[in-house]
């Protein structure tokens, strides 16, 4: 273009018309001849590229083990309603809501009095009883001795044999009384029947509540804190993974981890206990049950939770990260840098995920260079710039 603008400046402003458009072809001609030698400089420049840079890696060589994520509910071991056993007005609140509690500590007084009341006028019906049950002995003995001698009648002896019996029936019926009005009495002071975490008070001071029966007042709860249960739903061949596993390590002893809400790892350690022994036909999943120590109290019933159950024994592999894997349609792939720095192609088959990588099952050896970062332009043959990383220093920062 340069050469173009000073031809211009000596074309001659006057002269016959035809000349004047001879000169203006000539000039257009040489810029385009001009622009096509500057245009091909940015190519000479590209067959000279470097090739792409890429940073490598050998793939990580270890023993795994394998673990089956799932997600439930935490469940209290025990969890009891207190009621009320019998009837009266609720004289004493003894604890405060929310707090731990032990088997046998007092929660609640029911007004006592008149139980007391029944308790001594049963004590009393039974000193009667006793009382007549030996006057009963007593006329037997004498009987006895009178029918030995014929002094009374068959008949006679007979009435005071049975008296007695009767005698002895009315007391074992007047402790029976004593034991009732002892227990009623005892059923005022209402414990607490196992150790756990206590809830509030529904029913206050004051207040009349109703005992015994579907109808008893429903004083307040209690739950087991430690340990809790997990129950989650596994589908019909994990089971059967962890049936089998059993057999092997003993049954009740397959490992499992938990994690809570809040929790991205699962630093609760337990075991897999329970395994219903039926499956849901309209879900086709069987319940599972992992225990877990809580000494501290922080899981609750109720809470979301993970579960992760051990799937297998640690067993070696070779493991890459996951974004070192790419896809071709239905085919895994990833790339591997030769002795020449030129990239091959390599199908592989993928194994269980194991944090942030992946189990190659196939396709790839210990000692391989795989392309961890720049995958995107890559194509079988090409050369690249390697970088070479460690796995293992990276996996150490995840």
Known sequence: MKKAALMSTVIPRSGSPKLSIQRMLTLVMLAAIAGCGEQSAPGAQKSQAQPPGVKIALPLAQDVTEWDEYTGRIEAVSSVDVRARVSGYLEKVNFRAGEKVKKGDLLFLIDPKP?????????????????KRELAKNDLERAQRLFRGK???EEEYDARSKGLREAVATVQSAE???YTARLNLD???????IDGRIGRELITEGNLVSGGGGDATRLTFIVSTDPVYVYVDADERSVLKYRRQSSDIGAGQTPAQLAVADEADFPHRGILDYISP?????????????VFANPDG???PGFFARMRVRGSAPYPAILVPDRAIATDQAQRF???????????YRKVVLGAHIGQSRVITQGLKPG??????????????????????SLIEHHEEK
Do not use: C, H
């Open 334 to 344: 990833v790339w591997v840098v030769n002795q020449e720095n030129q990239v091959e």
């Open 278 to 290: 039926r499956e849901d036909a309209a879900t086709g999943t069987v319940t599972l049950r992992g």
């Open 298 to 300: 922080l899981l609750s």
């Open 176 to 178: 029976a009384n004593v």
């Open 187 to 193: 059923f005022t002071r209402i414990r607490a029947p």
């Open 368 to 389: 391989e260079w795989v392309v961890i970062e720049g995958l995107q332009k890559l194509k079988p043959g090409l050369k690249v710039n390697p970088e070479r990383i």
């Open 115 to 131: 139980f007391s009341a029944q308790l001594n006028f049963a004590e009393a019906e039974l000193e009667q009883a006793k009382a």
């Open 151 to 153: 002094a009374i009648s």
